[in-house]
């Protein structure tokens, strides 16, 4: 197999993953070892991407939720004046973090969700589109995992557009 075969290979095994297929039918579906997919999914960081493009607005809020809980739940048990004296800065934080994602009309979360959904359609397209090919769908794929790792560092999207 060529180095470019294989790159078209790994290319295709990832757009499956983040799609929610598991590295066992992966491996089947290009004929290659699961060991491989899963090497492929440790080196690129392919679960932290799959994570990130499936979690909902919804589900981070829950999560902060829960952390404000047992926080306030760690801080009524332990009588420590010193956890009490910094509750009130730890509960202004994640109430802010749980208001922005809640009131946010466009946030990385979101943007997350639609590429997730265009993903699928390109994955549909290729199928009858001739014009979507794995080249194109890795050009994608890597524009977006590049506009998603800029937005998370900065906190917020960085599209600057007229």
Known sequence: MTKAELENKRNLARTLYLSGKEQTEIAEMIGVSRVTISKWC??????????????TRPELIKKLLLATNTLLDKVNESGDLALIDSLGDKLSKLTAAIDKLDKSQANVVAAIEVFTAFSKYLEFRAKTDPE??????KKVNKLQDGFLIESFNKGALVYHGD
Request: aromatic residues 10%; charged residues 25%; glycine residues 4%.
């Open 42 to 55: 440790t080196a690129d960081g392919w679960k932290a991407t799959r994570a990130a493009k499936t979690i």
């Open 132 to 137: 979507v090919t794995i080249e194109f769908i």
